[in-house]
């Protein structure tokens, strides 16, 4: 049965912004003679990487993020390729969130570009939410020369959809009485976090609308898709009872690292050493923020572009490199067709702990003297490379994998800044 349009508030108190083509905004704005032309950020215009932001000058010929970068030059020749910049960009980030901080402290960073904000009871300061939102479009605008499309609603699902029903530089509002008019009209796939599979999963039910999922009865949807059928359902209605946390950008989901290759290969010993070098940054990311992990996924892109991704959860949490790296590499024998070649791999680790609240476990697994050792000397590895670069010091194997490789990172997928609350 529908529940029309219930919340998890009725009040229009959560805002979500979302910064227009934000990486190719910002390079627009630092170079004046590009505003109004295609401008298409990418990890490496030379290379084999792919779109991270294309303008809406770009996007009119079809471009995308995530897109091949040769595929953006089919479409778009005359467009102007960049290299990302990604400290650049997310040193504009932390200073959106400095004015956002500036209308409510209950500012959750969701990636480089995107934000909610809980505003409920600074009504008397600032005005309702509406007002506040068209003041932070306006700081925006102002003191950034950016745009940002903002929605407004009683919860962060119906905020993230209100935001983008505007692109470019709208404002949208969302209300719980809204939900049957505005959002069940919607195909499946429209509604956000519903991927493809999902959606063509729900299609084989019958169900192809926001009105129709809406209207399935919910032990129908536990039956096929367990657990997720509630969160299905509720979305369905327009249902988000996740508060706006600010702590969430301090401890993301997941940790990773991901290269593609300069050339296609399938050989065997090229790749595991890769796999190593990726094990080695994921776990010093993990050291540098004070995080332990306890789920290693291995992604593998193949040449037409099919993509696989495996995960392992180990016995113990870890930020250690052999421990990743032997997970990675099992995933990688077992389920690595060896008649394909590699165009992407990565490494990331997920199921996140505070290694401070874990440290007086680790002695359960292992005897506290081998811990130590392992701990000593990643620690005294650590400090040479704080002090004289991430190259300073190696394992001979990887002396020349920095040579075949295009990485991407940090983060929001192999880490590209939207280090999401996401990947």
């Known amino acids: 049965m529908r529940r029309q349009g219930s919340c998890a508030g009725s009040e229009p108190t959560v805002i979500h912004i979302d910064m227009d083509a934000f990486f190719a905004a910002v390079e627009q704005q630092a170079h004046p003679e590009l505003r109004g032309k295609p401008v298409i950020v990418c990890g490496d215009p030379d290379g084999r990487g792919v779109v991270s932001t294309a303008s809406y000058e770009a996007r009119a010929f079809g471009v995308r993020s995530a897109m091949p970068v040769k595929e953006a030059k089919r479409l778009c020749p005359h467009g102007v390729f960049l290299s990302s910049r990604l400290s650049d960009y997310a040193a504009v980030s932390e200073r959106l969130l400095e004015v956002y901080r500036r209308y409510t402290p209950v500012v959750e960073p969701f990636s480089i570009d995107e934000a909610f904000l809980d505003v409920a009871g600074c009504e008397r300061l600032h005005g309702d939410a509406v007002a506040i939102a068209r003041n932070i479009k306006e700081e925006v605008r102002r003191g950034f020369g950016l745009t940002c499309s903002v929605g407004v609603a009683p919860n962060k699902f119906l905020a993230k959809m209100a935001s983008d029903m505007q692109k470019p530089d709208g404002l949208t509002v969302i209300r719980a009485e809204d939900v049957p008019r505005v959002i069940w009209p ?91 070098s990726l094990a080695e940054q994921v776990a010093r990311r993990l050291r540098k923020r004070g995080l332990v992990a306890r789920t290693v996924t291995l992604k593998l892109r193949y040449s037409d572009f099919a993509t696989l991704t495996r995960s392992r959860t180990l016995d113990e949490f870890t930020c250690y490199d052999e421990d990743i790296y032997r997970a990675s590499v099992e995933l990688f024998r077992t389920n690595w067709t060896r008649s394909r070649k590699v165009r992407l791999i990565g490494v990331s680790a997920s199921g996140l702990a505070a290694s401070h609240d874990y440290t007086c476990q680790l002695a359960l697994f292992e005897a506290p003297a081998t811990h130590e050792r392992k701990r000593s000397l990643v620690s005294a590895l650590d400090r040479v490379r704080d002090r004289f670069g991430e190259g300073a010091i190696t394992r001979a194997s990887l002396i020349d994998v920095a040579g075949p490789a295009r990485r991407h990172g940090p983060g929001r997928n192999g880490d590209r800044e939207k280090e999401r609350q996401g990947g």
């Open 186 to 276: 919607l195909p499946v796939r429209k509604l956000y976090g519903v991927g493809e599979k999902t959606a063509s999963a729900l299609a084989s039910m019958g169900i192809t609308t926001a009105g129709a999922l809406a209207e399935a009865p919910v032990e129908v949807l536990v039956a096929r898709f367990g657990v997720m059928g509630h969160i299905l359902h509720d979305v369905a209605n327009g249902i988000d009872e996740s508060p706006v946390d600010p702590g969430m950008w301090e401890r993301p989901k997941s940790l990773g690292r991901e290269i593609t290759l300069a050339e296609d290969s399938a050989d065997e010993e090229v790749l595991t050493r890769h796999l190593l």
